[in-house]
């Protein structure tokens, strides 16, 4: 299987003692404003009690994009063995990860973040992601042991797509909408999803690097479980780049762009990034949450009027992927049938992406 990371791209982050100007993507004298800790962060929404949670998501996804989310029954134990699983794959032996490398025609395997082309600089962290089985990948990495890897992949993939499922109801009765009205949200297997392994080794010279460049997710929602280590920023107007600190056992949800265009753009998707850390590896497991394919997503007819037309055009999950591939920041705005409301900025054309 031809790999698209040349040995070049692909360094081994865990054995390099100085960061390399490839991977320099601001003199340590530059300040983003994002060490500013005294910030208030991204809503925590207990999901004991649906009818609380609604109000409480609504006004998360109009004014952060994102929320955190405790007491979603997702065991801490799954977590625990996801985050294993994670750990198992990064710390295997270069060559070894690349037998499961990405294909330059693919989405699955192992690799550099996807958007790495719209930069110059390269990002101080490694990915895996999958999408449909993992076996014939987890054959390659562990010829003789891959079964506990698989396992643990179904175990928190059917839990999450539960709690998507969920999650999504929640969402759809805060804009005042029924799952019935949304013929594909209803039922089991009603989106189409794929998992996001992120890994940022301890890097020599933090302030310089970049985990993974601000971007949004081409999702309806992205559901992150992020190890007990810091590294995720949501940016928000007026308040620059804010931490979501770790909280045990809590899992952070992301507006995608995929909501976006559902909600008419009164739900913004979020603009994020994970800096890195001098002593410490990060590790992130991202739900990345989608339609069924072939389900054109569109503004909910509800939400549309005449004084409210529909601002983007259909486009099914595979169509805005391959959009974002090539326009990635603009993908958004290049599926846009109208200009944004007055009063509704759009911070993502503009975007405050860093090129190195
Ligand atoms: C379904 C997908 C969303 C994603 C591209 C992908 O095909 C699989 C990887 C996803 C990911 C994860 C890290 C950030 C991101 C921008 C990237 O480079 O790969 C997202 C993509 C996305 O949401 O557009
Ligand atoms: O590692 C993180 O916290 C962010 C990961 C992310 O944004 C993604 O996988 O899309
Ligand atoms: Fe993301």
Request: glycine letters at 8%; one cysteine or more; a positive charge.
């Amino acid at each position: 299987m031809p790999s698209i990371i040349s040995s070049e791209k692909q360094l081994d982050l865990y054995s390099i003692k100085e960061l390399p100007e490839s991977h320099a993507w601001r003199s340590s004298l530059d300040d983003d404003g994002s060490r500013n800790i005294n910030v208030e962060s991204i809503p925590v929404i207990d999901l004991n009690d649906d009818k609380f949670a609604i109000d409480r998501i609504g006004h998360a996804c109009k004014t952060w994009g994102a929320f955190q989310i405790i007491n979603h029954n997702i065991s801490q134990r799954l977590l625990n063995d996801m985050e294993t699983c994670g750990t198992r794959l990064f710390s295997l032996p270069m060559q070894q990860k690349l037998k499961a490398a990405r294909s330059s025609d693919g989405i699955a395997g192992y690799g550099v973040a996807r958007i790495s082309s719209f930069f110059s600089k390269l990002m101080w962290s490694e990915g895996f992601t999958i999408f449909g089985s993992p076996l014939e990948h987890a054959r390659q990495l562990w010829p003789h042991n891959y079964n506990k890897f698989c396992d643990v992949i179904e175990q928190y993939e059917n839990e999450m797509e539960k709690l998507a499922g969920r999650l999504m109801g929640l969402m759809l009765g805060s804009l005042g909408i029924t799952k019935e009205d949304v013929k594909w949200a209803v039922g089991p297997r009603s989106g189409c999803s794929a998992l996001q392994l992120n890994s940022y080794p301890a890097c020599p010279d933090p302030d310089r690097a970049m985990g993974l460049a601000a971007h949004t997710d081409s999702t309806i929602f992205t559901i992150l479980h992020q190890n007990n280590t810091s590294g995720l920023q949501v940016f928000r107007e007026g308040n620059g780049w804010v931490t979501v600190p770790p909280l045990r056992g809590a899992l952070v949800i992301n507006v995608g762009d995929l909501l976006h265009i559902l909600s008419n753009g009164l739900y913004p998707s979020v603009l994020h990034r994970a800096v890195v850390n001098r002593t410490r590896h990060r590790l992130s497991v991202a739900y990345l949450y989608g339609p069924p394919s072939g389900v054109k997503i569109s503004p909910l007819s509800k939400l549309v009027d005449q004084r409210n037309p529909p601002m983007y055009r259909p486009v099914t999950w595979s169509e805005y992927l391959g959009t974002k591939a090539k326009h990635f920041d603009k993908a958004l705005s290049s599926v846009r049938l109208c200009a944004p409301r007055i009063g509704f900025a759009n911070s993502k054309d503009q975007s405050g992406v860093q090129v190195g």
